[in-house]
């Protein structure tokens, strides 16, 4: 892999926000993610599970509930009393409509899309209908007293189930009336405590399933009102449920952190006789699990822990293989840090503020493994406040650290940052352009004399930053068939002369920066972009895909290179396919052209184009083991992939010159320490 001097980075002290709710679309094989800062995910699971949309989240909008409707539509309520329409093409909030009954605790679409049912406050249930455009509100359903923690629409769209505290209900929805009332203790002797019902569930069979606070799942025939089964699966809270769309098999969570899955079988062999058994515990989580959904071939859960565990369901996957493979998400598949080489600086995005460090330094050389000591601590220079509710979307650092740029949802700011001795200056630059916001991503020039600005509807702002600090708007690029999505991520040539843009259609525009122009589109292919890069001496442009394949386009010559068609023709290694997390930076080795540095959040490798190609038969990750064997025998067996896994989680990782890379990692253990103390579980033997 060749030697390197390494900045080993562990003070970025980014805590991931906890799921509260998700939103499965069998339809699009989407997944829909709301965290407690009010940020909303868009997870593909058709695309290798990439989180392809971010929404960034907003001091005074809580999302207790999200839902689908009307086909990709999305919406989100919660206890700022609101409905919030999110669009996914400019990736905001599109409109938002007030519920009318205080804070929204629950909502459920039909099973056509056509209506919303909101669980408020004050106990009502309100009735929109979907209109285009927005939400229209319909009528009240009769309301009682007790807010309404969890809806469920029966898939015949005629009856609505909602329960509370101590209580469920069912309610006609022509009628607007309360045809059912249940304690859900009644059969309990001396309750001293009152019942939450967390969640609840209306199967086609008329059957009532809820989850409570005290840790049962029951199963209630609405009509008699009656009890029909009841399963104790936990010490505490069951806090969420989900039901398959065959609705033979249920999934919950827990204030434990487990989830249990429970299914309808047999009674016996070949008996037509059915009753729900409780199959299969599971604990990927260490809090409370807020939120599951059920997909016809996993059951997936989001905690408090901030993990997204995605568990497949074996008796459900047809072919074996890596489909089957447990997957847990705990940081987004994007960029948060961004380096100023020259200067060895880099930039912390976090919610609502900004951190700028310096890097530490050491005088000392030594051996491959060693640990170095620093003659100069890593030094913290500023933090920047973004002001408002709104978090910030995208940030950037130019090059020689003299500019630092971020954006929110309704504002763009620039910064000079001036450096003084040990001491720093920053000046926030008046008088921006105004631009069509929010901006997505932001992308200096190598020269830190333009900055480009990732906006709406596949258009790309070019700003020009002259001296002594000024800020001018100088071209607009857009594709030339127009796009209703946003850019997402940008790469700009070292000699300042190709600018590549992909957006939400995952398509890849070139643009020529002398002349203003559009280029070229690169062949389209059917999974997200992930990360890219241009070759600074080359002006290949190096892609990853989110189904790990890599390809190189070159952008004079638009057209694939004959290693990039090596590639395809004969394959990436198995091993090296079957990874679950996406590359999400990719970076070249000035010393050495034919090196193409990638990472992920579980490694970082080094691609060397000069050797051969791996096949299945070798080993990929072999550095360890090549460095035991005699140098003639080490050659025979060299391939161009060279990982490293020391360095976990991985965040981020960059050339700060030919011989120095900086590592970003963020320890779980670290991330865990600052989140509020887990329910205590008694063990065996303690």
Request: glycine share 8%; hydrophobic share 40%; proline share 5%.
């Amino acid at each position: 892999m060749g030697e390197f001097e390494v900045h080993r980075v562990r003070f970025f002290g980014l805590v991931p926000a906890g799921v509260r709710c998700l939103a499965w679309q069998p339809r699009g094989n989407r997944l829909a993610l709301a965290r407690t800062d009010g940020a909303v995910e868009i997870y593909n699971f058709a695309a290798n599970y990439f989180m392809e949309k971010v929404i960034p989240g907003h001091d005074a909008r809580s999302v207790e509930a999200l839902c689908w409707a009307s086909g990709e539509r999305l919406f989100g309520a919660g206890l700022g009393g609101t409905i919030t329409e999110y669009d996914l093409a400019r990736l905001c909030v599109s409109s938002s409509l007030d519920g009318g009954g205080g804070p929204i605790w629950s909502m459920a679409a039909n099973s056509s899309g056509t209506q919303l049912a909101i669980g408020c406050e004050d106990g009502s249930v309100k009735l929109f209908q979907v209109i285009p455009g927005g939400i229209q509100f319909e009528r009240n359903l009769d309301r009682r007293k007790g807010r309404i923690l969890c809806l469920s629409w029966h898939p015949s769209d005629t009856h609505i189930a909602a329960g509370s505290i101590d209580i469920l209900r069912v309610l006609d929805v022509t009628s607007g009336q309360t045809l059912q009332r249940i304690m859900v203790n009644y059969h309990v002797q001396k309750v001293t405590r009152e019942c939450v019902v967390w969640s609840i569930a209306f199967l086609s069979s008329g059957t009532v399933v809820t989850a409570d606070s005290f840790g049962r799942v029951q199963f209630w025939d609405w009509e008699r009102g009656t009890l029909v089964e009841s399963h104790t699966v936990s010490t505490s809270a069951v806090l969420s449920l989900a039901v398959s769309e065959e609705e033979d098999s249920i999934v919950v969570g827990t204030s434990t952190g487990a989830t249990y899955q429970l299914q309808l079988l047999p009674v016996k062999m070949g008996s037509l006789e059915k009753r729900w058994v409780r199959t299969k515990p599971f604990q990927y989580h260490t809090h409370d699990v807020r939120a599951v959904a059920h997909s016809s071939t996993a059951l997936i859960s989001g905690g408090l822990d901030a993990q997204l565990v995605i568990r497949p369901l074996m008796e459900k996957v047809q072919k074996k293989g890596y489909d089957v493979v447990l997957r847990k998400f705990t940081f987004p598949h994007r960029r948060l840090i961004s380096c100023a080489r020259k200067a060895r600086l880099l930039l912390f995005q976090f919610s609502q503020h900004l951190e700028l460090w310096r890097l530490g330094s050491t005088d000392e050389t030594g051996k491959d493994g060693q640990v170095l000591p620093v003659c100069r601590l890593p030094e913290h220079l500023v933090q920047l406040k973004s002001k408002g509710p709104e978090h910030i979307y995208c940030s950037c650092i130019s090059p020689c650290g003299s500019w630092v740029a971020y954006s929110t949802a309704s504002r763009f700011h620039l910064y000079r940052v001036r450096y003084e001795g040990d001491g720093v200056s920053i000046k926030k630059v008046p008088k921006v352009p105004k631009l069509l916001l929010p901006a997505y991503q932001l992308q200096f020039s190598a020269d830190s004399g333009s900055l480009f600005v990732a906006s709406a509807r596949g258009s790309v702002h070019v700003l020009q930053l002259p001296e002594p600090g000024g800020c001018k708007h100088l071209h607009t690029f857009r594709p030339p068939s127009g796009s209703p999505e946003a850019v997402y991520l940008l790469a700009v040539s070292g000699d300042g002369h190709w600018l590549a843009a992909v957006g939400g259609d995952w398509a890849i525009h070139i643009y020529n920066l002398k002349c203003l122009k559009h280029h070229c589109v690169v062949p389209t292919y059917s999974c997200a972009v992930t990360a890219l890069a241009i070759h600074p001496l080359t002006n290949n442009l190096v892609i990853a895909y989110s189904d790990q394949q890599l390809f190189e386009f070159s952008i004079p010559e638009k057209q694939y290179t004959a290693w990039s068609r090596a590639v395809q023709n004969c394959g990436l290694h198995q091993a090296w396919l079957e990874r679950d997390t996406p590359i999400t930076h990719i970076a070249f080795n000035p010393k050495n052209p034919s090196h193409i540095l990638l990472h992920d959040v579980y490694m970082f490798c080094l691609l060397d184009k000069s050797l051969p190609l791996p096949d299945n038969s070798a080993l990929l990750m072999n550095q360890g083991a090549l460095k035991q064997l005699p140098e003639t025998v080490r050659r025979r067996q060299l391939h161009a992939f060279k990982i490293c896994k020391k360095f976990q989680p991985l965040l981020f990782a960059d050339m700060l010159d030919e011989s120095c890379l900086v590592m970003v990692e963020r320890p779980i253990m670290d991330i865990k320490t600052q989140l509020p103390p887990p329910i205590q579980q008694k063990k065996f033997g303690t």
